[in-house]
């Protein structure tokens, strides 16, 4: 069973930071992907940024110069560090990780329960 935990969420002011982190645990072989999706009130689930195993990433228009992801790989853990945050980004995050369980090499996607992030104007 694999469980993704994110934490960091919360209430900041236009033009704050906050640093979004997402451990996974269980049984874990090889995690090819990771990354973060948020959602709005009323709005479709969208890509933030993903990063993979060679540390490639890709992000957003939307937050591109803004937003950083990174991973710790030994600790199974993917961050998301927001600054320049705008009201705009608020949402439920939503951690994901596309990962194999075992050495047979079958691939899933695992997602955490969200966490919400709230930008006051």
């Known amino acids: 069973q694999v469980r993704l935990a994110e934490s960091g969420g919360g209430l900041v002011q236009s033009g704050g930071s906050l640093r979004l982190s997402c451990a996974a645990s269980?049984?874990?072989?090889?995690?090819?992907?990771t990354g973060w999706y948020r959602q709005g009130v009323g709005q479709q689930r969208e890509l933030v940024a993903r990063i993979n195993s060679r540390d490639m990433t890709n992000v957003a228009d939307s937050v591109r110069g803004r937003f950083t992801i990174s991973r710790d790989s030994a600790k199974n853990t993917v961050y998301l560090q927001m600054n320049s945050l705008k009201p705009e980004d608020t949402a439920v995050y939503y951690c994901y990780a596309n990962l194999a369980s075992d050495s047979r090499g079958i691939y899933e996607d695992y997602w955490g329960q969200g966490i919400q992030v709230t930008v006051s104007s």
């Open positions: 269980g049984s874990i072989f090889r995690i090819v992907s």
